[in-house]
């Protein structure tokens, strides 16, 4: 069957002249708005550039002010210290005290060296800093206690100078803060007048720019959105599956070789929608009987594995039990030191051997566990019987509330882990197996993992025992109408999940 390709250059009618007219629209509709873009844009750099400065001017202004407040807190602190402990004679506890408050007042001057650049600031600060320079040293000379000892009068003396030199720092001091805050007062006026420019340039700007983009809108907008709309519209349309939708094309640029491509467009969707649909039904119709006939061939096996477990059972059974009491009479007539009854033990032994083994073989082609107490049971037993004979631990764990399923979906997920332990067995050189089965409401999930050498997935990578391993659990899968993923790396180990769909019926069927 040819299925129909689509072309998106079938039809396309005068496509220089359309792509030029449509340009043509949309560079004059959207001339304005890029210049009125790049408009605003130069105005607000501007008035940024405006703010950024008066605040940068502003936050100056704030810090000359803190450090000059800070100096004269420092030195109060000083006069304070002197008033309050007349330095008459020299004290190491006092001048350790002046000592600190004078070394966070040098450190203050320090720091404000750099701040003041106005002519009005700088004068009293140099004033400030060469009083306070004299008043340190004389109060050094008045109270430290290792300097040449001082007579009374010139204590007096020293004591006298030094306050009114600090008075003097103190009032250099405060006309350097008249000076920062009238400077201050200065950039607040200048800032608030930078602001009311800047937000009047804004604000003219962003008016100007919306009435151009309105203008914009109106203009330009009509022409392009309303088919635009009705393309979206019938793309919607088509999506919700809509085929009939059409678009009547009247416009003979770029947007109405889009209407003309996409109407082409729906009616070879449309062809091949129904094309598709008569595929999917013959693919329905094959993919049903191929089921019927994976299940009716596992049917057949099944029926063939019960026949020959039964036949086992009754022949070969018989038979061997027959041999095994013959021999245990045989053993009873001769004497203990007869040298044919050790012989005859060690077949007996072995007769017990072949008996455990059939009765192993027998359970795997037909267990009767899963028919008289379901799959959990079953598989439960599976796992100890697998563990107890090759000698691997297996953890099984139920999740959710056990529930009986139909007989045949038991037993392909009984089957399914059977193929899969044997596999582990065989070729995955395990030392752990994990075997997981999960009850839903709606659904059950049945997992098998091991930590074995793992193995390639792909087919072309795989021995050709296990690929006819898991080509049998995928059939069987397929056969109930469950789904199999089997998933392994080499050196990663290997894990098998395999999910089926329950009905509401079997789910309240609880065990």
Do not use: C
Not at 20 to 29: D, E, F, P, Q, S
Not at 233 to 258: F, K
Request: avoid cysteine; glycine fraction near 6%.
């Amino acid at each position: 069957m040819t299925t129909p390709s689509f072309d998106p250059t079938a039809s396309k009618p005068r496509p220089e002249r359309a792509l030029n007219t449509l340009r043509a629209k949309l560079i004059i509709g959207l001339t304005p708005g890029l210049v009125a873009l790049l408009i605003l844009l130069g105005v607000s750099l501007k008035a940024t550039d405006i703010m950024v400065a008066a605040n940068r001017h502003l936050a100056e202004a704030g810090r000359e002010l803190a450090i000059t407040r800070a100096m004269q807190v420092s030195l109060g602190q000083i006069q304070l210290l002197l008033t309050e402990q007349p330095p008459l004679t020299a004290s190491s506890a006092l001048f350790d005290r002046f000592q600190t408050q004078a070394d966070l007042l040098d450190a203050q001057f320090a720091e404000a060296r750099a701040l003041y650049g106005e002519p009005g600031e700088q004068k009293p600060f140099h004033q400030a800093l060469v009083h306070w320079g004299l008043a340190r040293e004389e109060t050094r000379r008045l109270l430290d206690p290792v300097a040449p000892p001082l007579s009374q009068e010139d204590r007096s003396r020293i004591q006298t100078t030094l306050m009114t030199t600090l008075q003097q720092v103190q009032s250099d001091l405060q006309t350097l803060s008249d000076a920062v805050l009238t400077e201050m007062n200065a950039t607040v006026e200048a800032s608030q007048r930078a602001h009311d420019r800047s937000s009047f340039i804004l604000i003219a700007s962003t008016l100007a720019a919306f009435l151009l983009g309105v203008f914009f809108l109106f203009w330009f907008s009509r022409y392009l959105t309303t088919p635009l709309v009705t393309l979206a519209e019938s793309a919607r349309r088509l999506g919700r599956g809509d085929l009939d939708v059409r678009i009547d094309v009247q416009q003979r640029d770029e947007i109405g070789d889009l209407a003309r491509e996409f109407n082409l467009m729906a009616e070879k969707l449309q062809r091949r929608n129904r094309e598709l649909e008569s595929v999917s039904a013959e693919r329905t119709a094959y993919a049903r009987e191929l089921q019927q006939v994976l299940r009716r061939n596992v049917q057949v096996q099944e029926e063939e594995r019960k026949r020959i477990a039964d036949d086992i059972h009754d022949g070969v059974s018989q038979w061997l039990m027959g041999a095994m009491f013959e021999i245990q009479a045989a053993r009873v007539r001769l004497d203990d030191d007869h040298p044919a009854k050790e012989h005859l033990e060690a077949a007996q032994g072995v007769l017990k051997e072949v008996k455990d083994e059939m009765r192993r073989v027998i359970y795997d082609l037909h267990p009767p566990l899963l028919e008289s107490n379901g799959l959990v049971t079953a598989l439960r037993g599976l796992a100890q019987e697998q563990e107890a004979h090759f000698h691997t631990p297996i953890q099984f764990d139920v999740m959710g509330k056990p529930y009986r399923l139909p007989t045949d979906q038991e037993l392909a997920l009984f089957r399914i882990t059977q193929e899969a332990l044997n596999n582990i067995h065989k070729h995955a050189q395990a030392t752990a197996i994990e075997i997981h089965i999960g009850f839903e409401p709606g659904q059950v999930t049945l997992a098998i993992r091991d930590n074995g050498r793992g193995f390639e997935t792909n087919p072309a990578a795989t021995s050709e025992r296990r690929h006819l391993g898991l080509t049998s659990m995928r059939e069987r899968a397929t056969a109930v109408g469950a789904s199999i993923h089997i998933q392994s790396h080499p050196g990663q180990g290997s894990e098998v999940i395999v999910s089926i769909p329950t009905t509401p019926s079997a789910a309240s069927t609880s065990l």
